[in-house]
C-alpha cells in the first residue's frame, strides 16, 4: 500500500467510523483495531489524533467566524486555492490546510502545519496579518512581522502520552520566542491539547501567569475551545 492509499484509508476511517462516533470515538476505535492489531497501530493512532484534532479546530474556527457574521475561505490543500466557505460549512475541514478572513480588525489568514525556517521547526498553527493569497499559502518563509500568533494543536488523547506531547510543543513554541526576539519581535504564542494532566496544566497555568504563554484551552473543552477560538478571531 502506497502512502497516497494509506492515507486514504486514514481518512475513510475517521469518515465512515470515527467522526459518526462522535465523543465515543475512542471506544470505536479500540473496538475495530486495537484489539487486532495491538501496537502496530501506534503510528497510525497519533496520525489520527492530529487529523482530528485540526479538523474538530477548523470546524470550531468556522463556526466562530460565522456566528459573527465574518466570511471567511479555506485554503484547499490539494489545488493550493482559496475558496469561500459554503454557507453550511461541512465536509470541507479533511481538505482545508487554512483559513482566511477579514473583519474589523484587519485582513487575516492563518495556515497549517507549516515549516518555517527562521524557527526551523514545523509549526502547527500560524496567524498571519494578510489577506488570503497564494505566495502566503506557498511562501516557506513569510515576512516575520507578519505573524500574529503561533501556536501548537496536539490531539493525542492518552493521558499517559500528555506530557510528552507537552513537552514537544513547549520546546517547539520556546523555540518560536527566541527566533522572532532575534528580529525584535514578539508574536503571541499559544497551546491546544486533546489531553491535559494535573502536571502540564500546572505548568501551562505558570507560563500564562508569566506571559511567557499568551493563551491555551483544552480541545475536549467546547467552552476553552470556543474562547480560544474567538480570542484569534479578535486579533
Known amino acids: 500500500m502506497g502512502k497516497e492509499d494509506r492515507a486514504r484509508a486514514i481518512q475513510g476511517l475517521i469518515r465512515e467510523f470515527l467522526e459518526p462516533a462522535g465523543d465515543a470515538f475512542v471506544e470505536e476505535l479500540v473496538y475495530r483495531f486495537l484489539l487486532t492489531r495491538g501496537d502496530s497501530l501506534g503510528g497510525s493512532m497519533r ?99 507578519l505573524f500574529l500568533a503561533l501556536g501548537e ?11 510528552e506531547h507537552w513537552k514537544t510543543a513547549r520546546t517547539t513554541l520556546s523555540r518560536i520566542r527566541t527566533a522572532f526576539s532575534g ?24 507560563q500564562l501567569q508569566e506571559g511567557t504563554l499568551t493563551n491555551a484551552a483544552n480541545l475536549t473543552d467546547p467552552a476553552q475551545t470556543q474562547s480560544i477560538c474567538d480570542w484569534l478571531a479578535g486579533l
Open 183 to 206: 528580529h525584535e519581535l514578539m508574536p503571541r504564542t499559544f497551546f491546544v491539547g486533546a489531553a491535559i494532566v494535573k502536571g502540564m496544566a500546572e505548568e501551562i497555568w505558570k
Open 47 to 145: 496520525n489520527l489524533g492530529g487529523v482530528m484534532a485540526q479538523r474538530r479546530f477548523t470546524r470550531a474556527m468556522i463556526a466562530t467566524l460565522n456566528l459573527a457574521g465574518v466570511p471567511c475561505q479555506w485554503l484547499d490543500s490539494r489545488s493550493g486555492a482559496w475558496m469561500p466557505v459554503p454557507s453550511e460549512g461541512a465536509g470541507l475541514e479533511e481538505r482545508a490546510s487554512g483559513l482566511a478572513w477579514t473583519s474589523e480588525v484587519g485582513e487575516r489568514t492563518m495556515v497549517y502545519n507549516r515549516m518555517l525556517p527562521l524557527v526551523g521547526k514545523n509549526v502547527d498553527l500560524s496567524l498571519l496579518n494578510c489577506a488570503a493569497r497564494s505566495d502566503v499559502a506557498n511562501s516557506p518563509s513569510p515576512v516575520p512581522a
Open 153 to 163: 494543536l496536539k490531539g493525542g488523547i492518552d493521558p499517559a502520552g500528555a506530557d
